[in-house]
């Protein structure tokens, strides 16, 4: 009987042991299985294998990320798989991941036309996260209290340096870095479709206009002889009316040596109208020049009559604004935050403009009413509304 219990202890001890080491080797085996998945998940070639990764590799292709003068490069995972926490990681790789595999078993996006109908949303989504744990996968590689900040540009100096003051983060500028930027145009196109409702039931009667893009001016209603050109959102005193047309008077600013052209504001490069060589004896002077001590210049007031078609006019300027509003947000915030108008003054905007538009698919028109659109509320312009 003792034996019999000897044995049966041993069995029981062996088999518990082989139990406990099954198990160990199964732990083992799962823990390699999981971890070499994640890894063989997060390579950029596979990430690329799915068919609608094809656009995103070729820009990503023409990217800095990819190919730079100091041959690093950052591949999908980088970028789109923070590491700087282990359940973070795991956890973007189950939801992010089998989302992304699911949509992809799915068809949802069979072709170039259809990612581009999603570029907008999906690059929301990636910004969104990106605000939300601080660009931890930009600083993963780009770490900011390491940085050499003086062999920087002085723009970068600048906006780096405000960043940490006003508690940016990377992804708040740094937007299209690695694939083309969306464009949200959508409400902008809306907003355009408005605006252009709202000025064709302009009164007849109105005792203001605004233009809603460019227009000519003439000398007399019958418009047989150009008298100037005159710009979005200048404000237009109605005098006299004949049928279509209007004769109305701009008031504003003359600068020495520039008298060809009208500025809404004393100092401030924002073009009202600019008149004719031969009209320019028609200028009404109504002031002696002063001084402008920021941009060291000489202005004077001015009046200038002209007549135009009363078509394409508000009465209230308030919805040229809201579409240079939503300018703004389509054109802009698809490569950066969007820039608040009262950021720069009002002559720093045409040159930040015109440097950026390049950049987009804005039209002319588009480009005027957004440039004037900010620097009527930048903030040093009389009157703009900050809020």
Not at 346 to 362: D, E, L
Request: proline share 3%; glycine share 6%.
């Amino acid at each position: 009987m003792a034996n019999n219990r000897k044995v049966m202890l041993f069995m029981t001890k062996k088999g518990l042991f082989l139990i406990i080491f099954c198990a160990l080797l199964i732990g083992a085996i799962g823990l390699y299985a999981t971890h070499w998945s994640l890894r063989a998940t997060s390579t950029t070639e596979f990430c690329v294998s799915c068919h609608s990764m094809e656009k995103p590799l070729k820009e990503w292709q023409s990217s800095k990320h990819f190919s730079n003068v100091k041959g690093i490069q950052a591949g999908c995972a980088d970028c789109h798989i923070p590491h700087d926490n282990d359940w973070v990681y795991v956890k973007t790789k189950i939801t992010t991941g089998l989302k992304d595999m699911i949509a992809e078993m799915r068809g949802t996006i069979p072709d170039a036309a259809a990612f581009e109908e999603k570029r907008g949303e999906m690059a929301k989504r990636v910004w969104a996260e990106m605000e939300k744990n601080n660009s931890a996968t930009c600083r993963s590689c780009h770490k900011a209290e390491v940085w050499d900040i003086y062999a920087q540009s002085e723009k970068a100096q600048r906006e780096h340096q405000r960043m940490e003051s006003e508690n940016m983060t990377c992804i708040s500028c740094h937007r299209g870095i690695a694939h083309f930027p969306p464009e949200f145009t959508e409400d902008a196109d809306r907003a355009a479709g408005h605006l252009h409702e709202l000025a064709a039931k302009t009164a007849d009667n109105a005792a203001a206009l605004f233009p809603i893009a460019e227009i000519e001016g003439y000398a007399d209603s019958g418009k047989q002889k150009a008298a100037a050109r005159i710009f979005p959102s200048t404000a237009l005193k109605v005098l006299a009316g004949e049928g279509g047309m209007r004769q109305v008077q701009i008031e504003g600013f003359q600068q020495e040596g520039a008298e060809q052209v009208i500025y809404a504001q004393h100092g401030k490069r924002i073009i009202a109208a600019v008149i004719n060589d031969p009209m320019l004896e028609n200028i009404s002077v109504q002031g002696e020049f002063r001084h402008h001590e920021a941009s060291d210049t000489n202005w004077r007031p001015v009046q200038f009559s002209a007549w135009i078609s009363a078509e394409h006019m508000l009465s209230d300027v308030q919805a040229l604004w809201d579409y240079g509003d939503e300018l703004n947000n389509a054109y802009c915030g698809g490569c950066h935050a969007v820039i608040p108008a009262h950021h720069y003054n009002a002559n720093q905007w045409p040159a930040i403009v015109n440097g950026m538009a390049n950049r987009t698919s804005i039209n002319e028109n588009g480009k005027l009413v957004l440039t004037y659109y900010l620097q009527n509320h930048s903030k040093d312009v009389t009157g703009a509304n900050h809020d």
